[in-house]
């Protein structure tokens, strides 16, 4: 009976590791969406990574040096992304935390920005995500924004 125990917990654990990491794949999935589509200027791959009631912010300093919290509107950003420029946004990600519980995620990942080939800045972005019935969406996404201490 010990023994029966011990193989249905371990056959358990498997079977949970198994789902916990296919959920952990298609979150990941979902952000690489994002960045690819922001690499390539594909305003639909984009749209496609968030859900329809969504919110952006990021964290930097303002033109006084002090830090403020800027909202702003996903469909003016992906506008933005898919407006003619010369040279590629290339956001490099590194997914340092993911977080499951049901149908919400939460991902922390640190970044370094380049337009084409020259470095702009990093942070760590963290996002939000809920899976509803066409997958994982993001809902949430706040940023940090430095030009120093890029140390990953």
């Given at each position: 009976m010990k023994r029966l125990s011990i193989i249905l917990f371990l056959f358990g654990s498997i079977?949970?590791?198994?789902?916990?990491n296919t959920e952990e794949t298609a979150v990941?999935?979902?952000?690489?969406?994002?960045?690819?589509?922001?690499r390539n200027a594909d305003t639909a791959m984009i749209r496609k990574a968030f859900a329809t009631q969504n919110t952006m912010q990021t964290i930097a300093k303002n033109k006084d040096g002090k830090f403020v919290v800027r909202?702003?509107?996903v469909s003016d950003f992906i506008k933005s992304i898919g407006t003619p420029h010369p040279e590629k946004y290339?956001?490099?990600?590194?997914?340092?935390?993911?977080?499951?519980?049901?149908?919400?995620?939460?991902?922390?990942?640190?970044y370094k920005f380049y337009v084409g080939e020259?470095?702009?800045?990093?942070?760590?972005?963290?996002f939000q995500l809920f899976k509803g019935e066409d997958g994982w969406k993001i809902i949430y996404i706040i940023d940090?924004?430095?030009?120093?201490?890029?140390?990953?």
């Open positions: 079977q949970l590791y198994a789902q916990s990941k999935a979902t952000i690489n969406l994002l960045f690819d589509g922001m909202t702003e509107n290339d956001e490099r990600i590194v997914f340092t935390k993911i977080l499951i519980d049901a149908n919400l995620a939460s991902v922390w990942t640190d020259k470095f702009s800045h990093c942070g760590v972005n963290s940090t924004r430095r030009k120093d201490n890029c140390n990953f």
